[in-house]
């Protein structure tokens, strides 16, 4: 049973044609519509503007542009081709990338009840995010092959202080003792002492936890103990924190360098006390 519909008395029953227009032009994409013959008969503003082509007298009546050889012309004569073989076979195409005037679109044609809807979906944007992406991807590879093979330590850690990155220099020092450990328990777990070798690093002294407030942190002189292995070496420290572009601390990267190992001060013998008692 048809649903009834309440129209104001003074407004006028709208042609199909214009109906059908108003839809493809509500389209943000380029939009052709096409016959068996690939006759153009309908072409949205979008598709105008693409191929440079003279639109109908009245927006919303059906009209004949040509073929679709003349409407697209010799430089995309070629996607005349693709669409021609495509038609002549039955088939749609869905998701075909192709190069328009230097922009990129994804190609779309499937037959409808009484045409063929040929639809351009303009993606330079994407694949341009895409592409940056993956030169980012190149980039940061290499940037971190180059901090691996860098003759002293190298760690960055996010705004949790959750570490992200540890290069080889750091890994064999320490080992994996820092990975697991809270940033808090850091001089604990990896053995970070204070310039005389015995003091752990604490409040004031502590590197990352300095430069995740904001600070910058240049060549503290610390001890280096790693507690399973028991070597010792004396390092400068630094550390500095990564902003974004409302100026939030987002990260922190530390670099530390050996100066020389670490030889605790010798105990006065029993011998020396004795001397000294003589005396």
């Given at each position: 049973?048809?649903?009834?519909?309440?129209?104001?008395?003074?407004?006028?029953?709208?042609?199909?044609?214009?109906?059908?227009?108003?839809?493809?032009?509500?389209?943000?994409?380029?939009?052709?519509?096409?016959?068996?013959?690939?006759?153009?008969?309908?072409?949205?503003?979008?598709?105008?503007?693409?191929?440079?082509?003279?639109?109908?007298?009245?927006?919303?009546?059906?009209?004949?542009?040509?073929?679709?050889?003349e409407?697209?012309?010799?430089?995309?004569?070629?996607?005349?081709?693709?669409?021609?073989?495509?038609?002549?076979?039955?088939?749609?195409?869905?998701?075909?990338?192709?190069?328009?005037?230097?922009?990129?679109?994804?190609?779309?044609?499937?037959?409808?009840?009484?045409?063929?809807?040929?639809?351009?979906?303009p993606?330079?944007?994407?694949?341009?995010?895409?592409?940056?992406?993956?030169?980012?991807?190149?980039?940061?590879?290499?940037?971190?092959?180059?901090?691996?093979?860098?003759?002293?330590?190298?760690v960055?850690?996010?705004?949790?202080?959750?570490i992200?990155?540890?290069?080889?220099?750091?890994?064999?020092?320490?080992?994996?003792?820092?990975?697991?450990?809270?940033?808090?328990?850091?001089?604990?777990?990896?053995?970070?002492?204070?310039?005389?070798?015995?003091?752990?690093?604490?409040?004031?002294?502590?590197?990352?936890?300095?430069?995740?407030?904001?600070?910058?942190?240049?060549?503290?002189?610390?001890?280096?103990?790693?507690?399973?292995?028991?070597?010792?070496?004396?390092?400068?420290?630094?550390a500095?924190?990564?902003?974004d572009?409302?100026?939030?601390?987002?990260?922190?990267?530390?670099?530390?360098?050996?100066?020389?190992?670490?030889?605790?001060?010798?105990?006065?013998?029993?011998?020396?006390?004795?001397?000294?008692?003589?005396e």
């Open positions: 049973m048809p649903i009834p519909v309440m129209k104001r008395p003074d407004a006028p029953v709208e042609p199909s044609g214009a109906l059908f227009a108003d839809l493809l032009e509500s389209s943000g994409y380029p939009v052709l519509v096409l016959d068996s013959a690939l006759r153009v008969h309908h072409a949205n503003e979008k598709a105008l503007g693409l191929f440079k082509a003279e639109g109908p007298a009245r927006p919303g009546q059906d009209c004949e542009f040509g073929s679709l050889g409407y697209l012309g010799e430089t995309a004569s070629w996607l005349c081709e693709i669409v021609a073989k495509a038609v002549d076979e039955g088939t749609s195409l869905k998701r075909k990338d192709v190069s328009i005037g230097g922009d990129a679109y994804s190609l779309s044609l499937h037959r409808g009840e009484a045409a063929w809807i040929l639809r351009l979906r993606v330079t944007r994407e694949l341009s995010l895409e592409y940056q992406a993956k030169r980012y991807r190149a980039h940061r590879d290499i940037l971190l092959e180059a901090m691996d093979g860098i003759e002293g330590s190298i960055i850690v996010d705004a949790g202080g959750r992200r990155f540890m290069n080889r220099f750091t890994r064999k020092h320490v080992g994996d003792l820092m990975r697991d450990a809270d940033i808090a328990s850091w001089p604990e777990a990896a053995g970070f002492y204070r310039e005389d070798g015995v003091t752990l690093l604490d409040g004031p002294h502590r590197i990352f936890p300095r430069a995740l407030e904001g600070k910058t942190v240049i060549d503290q002189p610390i001890v280096i103990r790693n507690e399973i292995t028991g070597e010792a070496i004396r390092a400068r420290a630094s500095a924190p990564v902003f572009e409302k100026g939030r601390v987002v990260s922190a990267i530390g670099w530390f360098h050996r100066v020389g190992v670490f030889e605790p001060p010798l105990a006065t013998s029993n011998v020396t006390k004795l001397d000294d008692k003589r």
